[in-house]
């Protein structure tokens, strides 16, 4: 079984101690995408959504929970983050959010960005049920990570055997 860092030796949940690990700068970059009717994206485009400005509050959003991810996912440290930054890229039938959070500090901010795309892609189909119900959210995934112990990583790309 592999040393899983998150339990004890009694298979409790912890937190781990990441006090004698080098402070690092550390980066991550996390994308995903909601997909949606043409008609929504054009809405959104040309900012005649009746909520409001939805990127703007979508970039917010993400930045708020960048900010926040360790109030929501239990074992994760809180961070003085130095950069959360959500870029929201309209197409055709979808947005996709790329959050990119940065820190000096002893632990990665991989949860941080990946908890901000997620976020911003939740307040967009907020903002914007109402015209398309049918939204889907989805390929939310870590793209990459710099800094650190374990160093500089990549996703492979969609379909590279060695995923």
């Known amino acids: 079984m592999p040393n ?14 990441v006090g004698d690990k080098a402070t690092t700068q550390r980066t991550a970059i996390a994308s995903g995408h909601i997909t949606m009717s043409p008609a929504a994206a054009a809405a959104i485009r ?4 009746a909520k409001g400005d939805v990127l703007a509050v979508a970039r917010v959003a993400g ?18 983050l130095s950069k959360a930054e959500i870029a929201l890229d309209i197409a055709h039938d979808r947005v996709t959010a790329t959050a990119t959070v940065s820190t000096a500090g002893q632990t ?27 939204m889907t959210i989805g390929g939310v995934r870590l793209l990459e ?10 996703a492979p790309a969609p379909g590279d055997p060695a995923r």
Do not use: F, N
Not at 46 to 49: D, E, L, Y
């Open 4 to 17: 899983l860092t998150h339990l004890d030796s009694a298979g409790a949940a912890r937190m781990v101690d």
């Open 63 to 80: 930045i708020m929970a960048a900010k926040r991810t360790s109030d929501l996912i239990p074992l994760c440290h809180p961070l003085p």
């Open 108 to 134: 990665g901010v991989e949860m941080e960005a990946l908890t901000a795309a997620s976020v911003a892609l939740l307040t967009i189909y907020d903002m914007a049920k109402a015209l398309d119900k049918a």
């Open 46 to 49: 040309q900012g005649a959504v």
């Open 145 to 154: 990570k710099r800094g650190g112990k374990s160093g500089d990583w990549h």
